[in-house]
């Protein structure tokens, strides 16, 4: 069981480093940045980003707790291009709480809240190169509706 809550700054302090952490490795595998200048690269970009979406009202950053309360991830959701759909900008799986089910158990929270709120769709995009998160999509019933190559666009509808 999953609770969605809303970011406390202690949760932003820890996904901000396990953000900056996920990006600067993206980029070393992806765009071939130094490792030694990655870290600090992916900050300076990074944190400018999560701060101006925490300033949007139209940004819902949740952290998702476990039974036990402990913060295993967080999910950044805002509206989507159409009525009734949202649009998951990014999902993260606390580094420490990976390949337990929390990633599907993530999506299914998010899809009962959203639900609730008379959202019946989800769209997010996945990198190409990004195969366990491609592989947790497709378990849980996300559809490739679009593909560039490199990025790919999926949707649930429910």
């Not at 944190?47 to 039974?67: F, H, K, T």
């Not at 709480?97 to 899809?111: D, P, T």
């Amino acid at each position: 069981m999953i609770a969605l809550v809303p970011l406390t700054d202690a949760d932003r302090e820890e996904l901000v480093r396990e953000e900056v952490a996920n990006y600067a490795e993206e980029q070393i595998r992806d765009a071939g940045w130094p490792r030694e200048t990655a870290p600090d690269r992916a900050r300076a970009e990074f944190v400018p980003v999560i701060e101006r979406e925490l300033a949007d009202p139209a940004w819902r950053i949740w952290s998702a707790r476990n039974a036990d309360g402990a913060t295993v991830g967080w999910l950044w959701v805002e509206p989507g291009e159409s009525a009734g759909s949202a649009f998951l900008y990014q999902i993260t799986v606390a580094e420490r709480f990976r390949r337990r089910g929390y990633g599907r158990a993530m999506l299914a929270a998010l899809e009962e809240r959203l639900t609730s709120e008379g959202v019946g769709e989800v769209v997010l995009n996945v990198n190409g190169a990004n195969v366990p998160a491609q592989r947790l999509y497709a378990s849980a019933g996300y559809e490739r509706i679009a593909d560039d190559g490199r990025v790919f666009r999926l949707r649930k509808r429910f």
